[in-house]
């Protein structure tokens, strides 16, 4: 349905492309220009486009789950189609993880197309190879995403209308994951805050990895990747339980 309406597909990528150049611009114009001896002794990538990019396109992509759930979930609300979803012989946890997939796959073919466009507009070496070695800390970040992601669904389905909490939220872990500048920057509370968002962890390692670094290099943010995925699940699913139960016995209201 997104795919039918290319005036809505090309708005999204514009939006896209316009918030990362704007963010790129403004942070070459503060350090000087395109390179910064500090930053890549902060964070190992001294090239602030490629190093803005890398966040930027992971955040976005990290963010889609747990849009799906928020809008996607207002979205059958308001249709009156939630119920009959949830009386069908699915599980609610199937039918909402289809829903986040196939966000998912909606925003990560528009970063595909905003990733290229900033690779050729700063002219950015990437290779095959090197992408394919940053999968893994990718998908493990959207892993752990789409299980925090059930929060929020659970949130809708008690409150119905969570959006601005949502976006106050996407917007937050562009300062808290280090997105556009380094956490170094930020005060010690911040950055151990940090540590609980993927998309630090995964942007970290994808960025060690585009500077011609491995994974061994980056072995605490690794780790610290492999951890939350379980533990973002198990939370996710213990709240969304609560709140399908809940909603169950209060009724689910419509929107």
């Keep these: 349905m997104f795919f039918r309406y290319p005036l809505r597909v090309i708005s999204s990528i514009l939006v896209g492309v316009v918030f990362l150049l704007q963010f790129v611009y403004f942070g070459q114009a503060v350090l000087g220009g395109r390179y910064s001896a500090l930053l890549e002794s902060s964070t190992g990538m001294g090239d602030y486009p490629t190093y803005a990019l ?96 059930f929060i929020f669904a659970g949130l809708v389905m008690l409150f119905k209308n969570i959006g601005p909490f949502a976006q106050i939220f996407e917007f937050a872990m562009l300062f808290l994951s280090g997105v556009f500048f380094p956490l170094s920057v930020m005060p010690d509370w911040v950055i151990a805050i940090s540590r609980l968002f993927p998309l630090t962890h995964s942007a970290v390692i994808v960025r060690a990895l585009f500077a011609g670094g491995s994974y061994s290099d980056v ?22 339980s609560w709140a399908e139960r809940t909603t169950r016995v209060i009724g689910y209201g419509g929107y």
């Design 54 to 149: 890398i966040g930027y396109v992971l955040w976005w992509v990290s963010v889609s789950p747990m849009e799906a759930y928020v809008w996607g979930v207002r979205r059958e609300l308001q249709r009156g189609t939630f119920e009959t979803n949830v009386l069908s012989p699915s599980r609610l946890t199937g039918l909402l993880f289809g829903l986040a997939l196939s966000w998912l796959l909606m925003d990560s073919a528009l970063m595909v197309i905003v990733f290229a466009f900033g690779v050729s507009l700063f002219d950015i070496p990437v290779t095959i190879p090197l992408l394919l070695k940053s999968l893994p800390a990718i998908i493990a970040s959207l892993i752990a995403f789409m299980g925090f992601g």
């Design 219 to 240: 072995g605490s943010s690794l780790l610290w990747l492999l951890a939350l995925m379980p533990l973002y699940w198990g939370i996710g699913y213990l709240l969304f």
